[in-house]
């Protein structure tokens, strides 16, 4: 798979293809812990994102498996087997079609555009340090599309797990997904859901993450969530950051 994670696309026993990051991808172990937690907070706030799992992927694959490869530094290293992170497909590839750009021109036949609103207040909340991904799918001959929200690995900074806020980070390359925005109303439904999550919601999702993910340092993983309840009072002003900004991507914005 593209980018800089070097995932591989992988059928589990389920029967489901998933793209799996592996834990010595060349951007760091904890892009593993961050997939996790950032698509189960999108899960918590009911936005469109591929199911995720912990996969496990055994030495004996990864031993006869020539594919299973990681490039770094003009060497090719082997996966390293254990638990790894997999986002389901976001369509089984013998079903639908998947794409990761649209026209312009054909946005008008997505049919979930509005849910670009409460990816943006999720990303402001988590300070994903990369620009929006999404994937757009359909099955058979359908004609609207429906996007996906996928590639969570550079929230809370990637490795880094810090916060340094930034008025661009985190959001699409398009103004047009945003055209629908009118007013903190296109935000409700999302807002109110991050500003009244609770303390156990995001202890329930810290506790799913395998320690290797993260090196076993639980109180580094604590210090992040308790970061992370902080924020949740500044999502309002982070997306006004967005709006003041050179982008001017709120074009039907109504005070």
């Given amino acids: 798979m593209r980018g800089g994670a070097q995932a591989h696309l992988m059928r589990a026993a389920d029967g489901h293809f998933y793209v799996v990051k592996f834990q010595n991808n060349p951007q760091h172990v904890r892009v593993l812990a961050n997939e996790l937690l950032a698509t189960r907070l999108a899960e918590r706030l009911n936005l469109p994102v591929p199911r995720p799992e912990v996969i496990e992927v055994g030495e004996w694959l990864v031993r006869h498996t020539p594919e299973l490869t990681i490039e770094l530094a003009g060497q090719s290293i082997p996966c390293r087997p254990g638990l790894q992170f997999g986002s389901r497909f976001v369509v089984d590839p013998l079903e639908g079609q998947v794409f990761d750009y649209l026209p312009e021109s054909m946005l008008d036949r997505v049919r979930n555009l509005d849910a670009f609103a409460g990816m943006l207040a999720l990303d402001k909340w988590t300070c994903n340090a990369n620009g929006r991904q999404a994937a757009f799918w359909r099955k058979g001959h359908e004609r609207k599309y429906t996007a996906a929200f996928i590639d969570q690995g550079y929230c809370f900074n990637a490795g880094e797990w810090g916060f340094p806020d930034g008025p661009l980070r985190g959001v699409f390359a398009r103004n047009a997904v945003y055209a629908g925005i009118c007013g903190w109303e296109s935000f409700a439904p999302w807002l109110e859901r991050i500003e009244q999550m609770e303390e156990s919601a995001l202890g329930a999702c810290a506790e799913e993450v395998p320690p290797e993910w ?42």
Wanted: proline fraction near 5%; charged fraction near 30%.
């Fill in 214 to 255: 993260y090196g076993g340092d639980w109180e580094a993983l604590e210090k992040l969530m308790t970061a992370l309840l902080a924020r949740r009072a500044r999502v309002r002003e982070l997306i006004t950051g967005f709006r003041n900004s050179s982008r001017q991507p709120f074009p039907n914005w109504r005070d």
